[in-house]
């Protein structure tokens, strides 16, 4: 009872200096609940972005493939190379207007109004992937990834990667050529769907860039194939990349390009209507 009873004396407490008051040890905790470490925020990994162009290849391929619903992956694809390459000619291209023009109309009336309005669609995404970046083969990768290749005649078409090496280790000295002559010609008599000329032409700009030479003055393609289909998507790819070029569709040993044929089979790009071309076709005949 004494115990209870007895009072405790109040004493006032002095109060703690900061620098005597004991902090916890920052982990402490953390190393008893075996908690890892935060990362900091430099050591988190950015999400990768996924390219632009590969964006660009897959909406390409969901529209293609909501045309292949009625209709066979390879016949949508030869309509729509057809009449893509068709209305690039067309608005320059007059010795050849009537006959394509009445291609292209047969084709497109094979679909409905629906699928009509999807060929353009995949024509824009052409044009942009080119646009964002013209050091590709982008109809050709495409086609391979369609699996569309004849494989009865082996037609694989050569990595765009493996084209740039050989560009780089057979192409002369640009610059000195173009001095001399006014301009390079770059020749495929096998053209496929023109990776080697793409390689090969971006090459050629990047040696005149140097001297501030515009390579679309100074390069010419000339190129053949056996295979319209192919053959017409290296031409819509140069048309696209803005080169003077010309292509025969035809078979290069028993149909070789000469002087002599009456341009039946021959598909000329924009550029090479351009008035420098025009003018040095001119000079040339004189």
């Known amino acids: 009872m004494v115990f209870w009873n007895q009072k405790k004396k109040r004493?006032?407490?002095?109060?703690?200096?900061?620098?005597?008051?004991?902090?916890?040890?920052?982990?402490?905790v953390k190393q008893e609940l075996n908690i890892p470490p935060q990362p900091k925020k430099t050591d988190i990994p950015k999400p990768n972005k996924v390219p632009k162009n590969e964006d660009i290849k897959k909406q390409f391929l969901k529209t293609f493939n909501q045309l292949t619903y009625q209709h066979r992956s390879w016949d949508v694809w030869r309509d729509f190379i057809i009449m893509f390459a068709c209305s690039l000619s067309n608005p320059v291209d007059k010795f050849h207007y009537e006959e394509r023009e009445k291609r292209y109309l047969k084709i497109i009336k094979k679909y409905n109004k629906r699928e009509q309005e999807q060929f353009p669609e995949l024509a824009a995404y052409v044009v942009?992937?080119?646009?964002e970046n013209p050091e590709q083969d982008f109809l050709g990768s495409i086609f391979m990834e369609l699996n569309l290749g004849d494989k009865s005649n082996s037609?694989?078409?050569?990595?765009?990667?493996?084209?740039?090496?050989?560009?780089?280790?057979?192409?002369?000295?640009?610059?000195?050529?173009?001095?001399?002559?006014?301009?390079?010609?770059?020749?495929?008599?096998?053209?496929g769907a023109g990776a080697t000329l793409i390689a090969a032409i971006n090459e050629a700009r990047k040696q005149l860039e140097k001297v501030n030479l515009n390579f679309q003055n100074h390069v010419l393609v000339v190129a053949q194939d056996i295979d319209e289909i192919v053959a017409l998507m290296c031409y819509i790819q140069l048309s696209l990349l803005g080169v003077a070029a010309y292509i025969k569709v035809g078979d290069v040993f028993t149909q070789p390009m000469s002087t002599d044929d009456n341009g039946e089979n021959y598909w000329f790009t924009m550029m090479y209507f351009s008035d420098v071309w025009t003018m040095r076709r001119v000079f040339h005949s004189l």
Request: some cysteine; hydrophobic content about 35%.
């Open 128 to 131: 942009m992937a080119l646009e």
């Open 155 to 191: 037609q694989f078409f050569t990595p765009y990667h493996v084209c740039e090496l050989m560009a780089k280790v057979t192409e002369e000295d640009v610059v000195a050529v173009v001095k001399e002559k006014g301009y390079i010609t770059i020749n495929d008599s096998c053209c």
């Open 11 to 28: 004493t006032t407490a002095k109060p703690k200096t900061t620098a005597s008051i004991s902090k916890p040890k920052v982990g402490s």
